[in-house]
T-cell receptor, first 112, second 112 residues
Framework: QKEVEQNSGPLSVPEGAIASLNCTYS??????FFWYRQYSGKSPELIMS????GDKEDGRFTAQLNKASQYVSLLIRDSQPSDSATYLC????????????FGKGTHLIIQP | EPEVTQTPSHQVTQMGQEVILRCVPI?????FYWYRQILGQKVEFLVS????????KSEIFDDQFSVERPDGSNFTLKIRSTKLEDSAMYFC??????????FGDGTRLSIL
């Protein structure tokens, strides 16, 4: 049974601070890891993808992967009110060929 | 930027009827997926489709569901004999080789 766990929140962060979102997964065969952002009533929007251990940075976003600990995280620097959304962690087993297994998401609130 | 297009945006159907949800993938994308999201719950994988056949399907994707790509452009999800619990957002996602999945805006399906 493939499981992806996230703290549902809400996680409240002051504007300009760093938001840290965490995710754990159960299947050690997982190879591809994604963060999607979902605004209320909208579809998931890809933020970051990461495939190997370590950090990957893209603008204000940094994804971190630790396969030994089965842990993936997303850092958002200089948080803006527009970052307020639900952040979904998603995992694929075989390089993305399989369907994604999603966590329930973390609701992030950026306080102005 | 190219988008995954889904129609209709909202479908209201009587229980027991059949519905067809449509998706137009991004033009050079070869892998297609359907997901659903029941209100307040996580995004769930239904089926993946590649080279005109199903690659993988979840436990949710039973005989009530079918997919096809009838004309080389549209990718459709058919739900036969709909039930109240089929009410959800249905998302189509597509991707290129070795790239992350991109989601359409979704179809909200309401079964009465």
């Amino acid at each position: 049974q493939k499981e992806v766990e996230q703290n549902s929140g809400p996680l409240s962060v002051p504007e300009g601070a760093i938001a840290s979102l965490n995710c754990t997964y159960s299947d050690r065969g997982s190879q591809s890891f994604f963060w999607y952002r979902q605004y209320s009533g909208k579809s998931p929007e890809l933020i970051m993808s990461i495939y190997s251990n370590g950090d990957k940075e893209d603008g204000r976003f940094t994804a971190q992967l630790n396969k030994a600990s089965q842990y993936v995280s997303l850092l958002i620097r200089d948080s803006q009110p527009s970052d307020s959304a639900t952040y979904l962690c998603a995992v694929a087993i075989r390089g993305g060929a399989d369907g994604l297994t999603f966590g329930k998401g973390t609701h992030l609130i950026i306080q102005p | 930027e190219p988008e995954v297009t889904q129609t209709p945006s909202h479908q209201v159907t009587q229980m027991g009827q059949e519905v067809i949800l449509r998706c137009v993938p991004i033009s050079n994308h070869l892998y297609f997926y359907w997901y659903r999201q029941i209100l307040g719950q996580k995004v769930e994988f239904l089926v993946s489709f590649y080279n005109n056949e199903i690659s993988e399907k979840s436990e949710i994707f039973d005989d009530q569901f079918s997919v096809e790509r009838p004309d080389g452009s549209n990718f459709t999800l058919k739900i036969r004999s709909t039930k109240l619990e089929d009410s959800a957002m249905y998302f189509c996602a597509t991707r290129r080789e070795d790239q992350p999945q991109h989601f359409g805006d979704g179809t909200r399906l309401s079964i009465l």
